[in-house]
């Protein structure tokens, strides 16, 4: 073989790897990915499952759990920060980089977030630390599709049993404020009125008939429009609704694109709403008020709409 047709056969091979490399750069940017995906990937150098449940399920993950899955629970394990006697909120940056590295979790890692599947609420969480690894400039994330449920519904998906913890790593934020609404910021959003404000509780709570004991008085921000998560996410609460829904949901409350900040009571609820607005529909400009409620009604002097009377 000539020395021109070994460089051209280099250069080709060269391109391929470069476009596959691509490829696989541009899927793991996806939003979801599917079990398929995973149990392909199972064997990828720095691939962190992390299966994330509401409460305590250390037993129900040691009986059985995807191969090599590191084991978190949202509210233990500092997902979230209790700052002047709000709950919910972002820890600070050097608080949640010790719990990302903690997990086993490095700058290099791909991160596959699995709702546990053991409780309605662990998809909502499960968006909740998707957006935290966002916030904080981790980009190489996405959420398993269907969670712990969808893989142990196929014969063909490994599993393992016990229970080990991960090595820990070094990760290192680059906090990215574009993805988070803060008090003062919501503020400015109700005084130039140019955000949709979405409220991802139930009606009744966004209607002021019922409260969290995680807020100082019922109702809603003023103006607010209310697009419950549960409607946005699928029945079985592990992945999102299919799109047809989360269009009509959407289109119900009167939410259409432009600025939009999603909250609930303390942004786990509004998490879910997040994802679904930012990364499914697409809408960049989607943000989560990760206080929610609890933040702006520890302040008297701030406004609450559908407050009840007496």
């Known amino acids: 073989m000539s020395g021109k047709h ?10 391929a790897m470069k476009m596959t490399a691509l490829s696989q750069a541009a899927h793991a940017a996806e939003p979801l990915v599917t079990t398929a995906w995973l149990r392909q ?24 759990h995807i191969p090599g899955a590191v084991y978190t ?27 990302i590295g903690k997990l086993g979790i490095d700058n290099d890692s791909y991160v596959v977030v699995v709702p546990g599947g053991r409780n309605n609420a662990d998809f909502n969480a499960s968006a909740r630390v998707y957006w935290t690894l966002k916030v904080l400039g981790h980009d190489k994330v996405s959420i ?20 080990s913890g991960p090595t820990p790593k070094t990760f290192v934020a680059n906090f990215r404020p574009e993805l988070l609404a803060t008090r003062d910021e919501v503020k400015a959003a109700l ?6 404000l979405i409220d991802a509780r139930d009606p009744a709570q966004f209607e002021g008939k019922a409260k969290s004991s995680s807020v100082r008085v019922a109702g809603t921000l ?30 119900k409350a009167g939410v259409r694109g432009g600025k939009q900040i999603a909250f609930c009571n303390t942004g786990n ?11 499914v529909v697409g ?24 407050k009840p009377r007496g």
């Open 144 to 163: 398993l599709e269907g969670g712990d449920k969808a893989w142990f519904a196929e014969t063909a998906n490994p599993t393992e049993t016990g229970m």
């Open 269 to 279: 609820l509004a998490a879910g709403a997040w994802f679904v607005l930012h990364e």
């Open 191 to 196: 005084k130039a009125r140019d955000t949709t």
């Open 41 to 64: 990937h199972l064997q990828d150098k720095n691939l962190v499952v992390l299966d994330v449940f509401v409460g305590d399920h250390r037993k129900a993950f040691a009986a059985g």
């Open 222 to 251: 003023p103006g607010a429009v209310n697009a419950p998560s549960d409607r946005l996410a699928a029945t079985d609460g592990t992945r999102p609704a299919d799109r047809t829904t989360i269009d009509s949901v959407l289109a």
């Open 6 to 15: 070994r460089l051209g056969l280099g250069l080709a091979l060269v391109t």
């Open 283 to 306: 809408n960049k400009q989607a943000r989560l008020y990760d206080g929610s409620m609890a933040d702006w009604t520890s302040d008297p002097g701030l406004p609450v709409a559908n």
């Open 73 to 99: 629970d949202f509210f233990a394990d500092g997902w979230r920060a209790t700052i002047n006697g709000v709950k919910g909120l972002l820890p600070p940056v050097k608080d949640a980089e010790k719990v």
